[in-house]
């Protein structure tokens, strides 16, 4: 060491050490369940109590559910009879039997089978109308295109296998335009040409209404065939869709200055909020008629999905509502600072910070919403749950529950679990803006 520093620096190190890695228990796998499961005795405890529950309860299930299954059958009797021959008396099994046989009405209704390529196709072009609304570029479209041609081929695959005409499912209409969606959104989908694409997202309720309901060169279908998860979807994409933007406006109405307009806004929201749901649908199915002039024919899906999207944005309000009221008072005065207009400034400054505050419960909304399109049974129409009852009363089928429910049921996880699931990514990538 020079004399220069030989007072002032008591030790100097002249050999530079490798960095040593972190302890194994720290990290990787076994850093992961240290802290997420065994942290403590406590989380220990509940954590083998938890996987003792899953070591009870998933080998029975999977028992039932897929190694004493029957997926071809006639009836439940056919079925139990099945069972007991491969795998002895009083074995349990669940017969998917019902779901292979009646997995178009429960998909379909009583939707012309020779056209069902129109909800296929109006269902795509869904996909390729809310993309650009969530994403940031057209490219989630060209994965959503490529899995639905992967499930395409499988289900074809499955049924050709079983003895149907699985084949003939991939010549459709739907087929290719998955393929040109695809194809386009891949070349022409960057952030920049995105914009172009809500044209199509605008025009999408005309091309809706048309492939489902026909009209000009397409062959007119009842609403009375409508029903299963195509009534389902139509009911739950119409509310979602309609709800926000009203609920929004009617949010706006309630802080509003004009007595008049607060007066109507805070009426019509109360008055939804204290009604039962069911209790709307039996105006829209009864009583609506009255107020109607003699001979008018006021389709009755068209009343449930007035009654319903009235019904989701007086909640949608509330919720907006409250992201509104928890922005400070200096964001709006910042707004007139800037001397921006009443519009402008909720459009560039107010609304953007306020739906992002109520995204969780916007998106709760939305879930409520679908799970309750299933009350429409209760007016007659067939959506997958009301399908049970006509299915369970024929003599093949009769005595079977939870291979419907099951099947119905995961239908509406896979929907509501990608809902919430949205949410999240949604929250992550606008929590960006807030790092420092």
């Not at 405890?45 to 299954?69: G, H, M, N, R």
Request: charged letters at 15%; one cysteine or more; hydrophobic letters at 50%.
């Amino acid at each position: 060491m020079s004399g220069t520093h030989a007072h002032t620096v008591p030790y100097v190190a002249e050999t530079q050490y490798k960095q040593e890695p972190a302890p194994s228990s720290s990290t990787g796998v076994l850093g992961w369940l240290r802290e997420n499961l065994f942290s403590s005795w406590t989380n220990a405890a509940l954590t083998v109590l938890c996987l003792a529950i899953i070591a009870w309860i998933v080998p029975a299930f999977l028992e039932w559910a897929v190694f004493k299954s029957v997926w071809n059958a006639g009836s439940l009797t056919e079925c139990r009879e099945i069972i007991a021959t491969r795998f002895g008396e009083g074995a349990h099994g669940a017969c998917w039997a019902v779901i292979h046989e009646r997995f178009g009405q429960l998909l379909y209704g009583f939707y012309p089978i020779d056209l069902r390529w129109r909800p296929d196709t109006a269902a795509l072009l869904l996909v390729v109308a809310i993309t650009p609304v969530l994403f940031r570029t057209m490219r989630p479209l060209v994965i959503a295109m490529v899995g639905l041609l992967a499930i395409k081929l499988a289900f074809a695959i499955i049924w050709q296998v079983t003895g149907d005409d699985g084949l003939e499912t991939l010549v459709t209409p739907t087929t290719f335009i998955a393929i040109i969606a695809g194809a386009v959104a891949y070349f022409f989908g960057n952030e920049h040409q995105k914009s172009k694409w809500f044209y199509f997202t605008l025009a999408y309720p005309v091309i809706a209404y048309f492939l489902l309901w026909g009209g000009l060169i397409l062959e007119p279908v009842e609403s009375s065939k409508f029903g299963g998860f195509l009534l389902t979807m139509v009911i739950g994409v119409t509310g979602i869709a309609g709800s926000l933007p009203l609920g929004i406006l009617l949010a706006l109405g309630r802080q509003s200055k004009l007595p008049i307009l607060k007066m109507i806004c805070v009426t019509f929201i109360e008055f939804i909020r204290g009604v039962p749901l069911i209790t709307l649908l039996f105006v829209a199915s009864t009583l609506l008629n009255y107020f109607l002039p003699p001979g008018t024919n006021f389709d009755l899906i068209l009343r449930v999905l007035i009654m319903v999207t009235l019904f989701a944005s007086a909640y949608m309000a509330e919720v907006v509502r409250g992201g509104l009221a928890a922005l400070p008072r200096g964001q709006y005065e910042a707004s007139d600072t800037l001397g921006l207009t009443y519009w402008q400034g909720m459009r560039l400054i107010i609304l953007p910070q306020a739906l992002k505050i109520s995204i969780p419960g916007i998106v709760n909304t939305f879930i409520g919403l679908f799970k309750d399109t299933t009350l429409v049974a209760v007016i007659g129409l067939l959506d997958p749950l009301g399908l049970t009852n006509p299915i369970r009363s024929n003599s093949d089928w009769n005595g079977i529950v939870w291979e419907l429910y099951g099947f119905i049921a995961l239908l509406f996880f896979i929907c509501c679990w990608s809902m919430s699931r949205y949410s999240m990514f949604l929250e992550k990538r606008l929590r960006a803006a807030d790092r420092r």
